[in-house]
């Protein structure tokens, strides 16, 4: 299921897109029940999907509908094991942004930066 969520991106799109975390204060060892998306990019954020990290990868988060610029949105996850999720963000410019070794239990709010 992992290898669904791979991508291929080009230098121009692994240059112009981040995605970033802030810690959370209060670290532990299991993740927080939800996770914040911040959307700073000057497009609307068209899917956001976080999965298990691992060859039998699970879904636990997903997007319900487009995040427009400057909005954020919390998600709700399911049943989530361990610290490390693999992230995929899609953009209304076509331009994607991954991460393998997304901290949850660290990591509170995710934001998505030019």
Do not use: W
Not at 21 to 32: F, N, V
Not at 33 to 47: D, Y
Not at 53 to 63: D, F, P, T, W, Y
Not at 67 to 90: D, E, T, W
Request: net charge positive; glycine share 6%.
């Amino acid at each position: 299921m992992r290898d669904q969520y791979l991508v291929a991106m080009g230098l121009g799109a692994a240059a112009a897109l981040a995605l970033t975390a802030l810690p959370s204060a209060a670290q532990s060892g299991k993740p927080h029940a939800q996770i914040t998306i911040t959307n700073q990019r000057s497009v609307p954020l068209n899917s956001f999907e976080i999965a298990t990290a691992g060859e039998q990868s699970r879904l636990v988060a997903k997007l319900a509908k487009p995040l427009a610029p400057g909005k954020s949105v919390a998600l709700k996850l399911n049943k989530p094991q361990g610290c490390n999720y693999f992230v995929l963000a899609k953009f209304g410019d076509d331009s994607e942004s991954d991460s393998d070794s997304m901290d949850l239990c660290r990591d509170r709010v995710i934001r998505l930066t030019e």
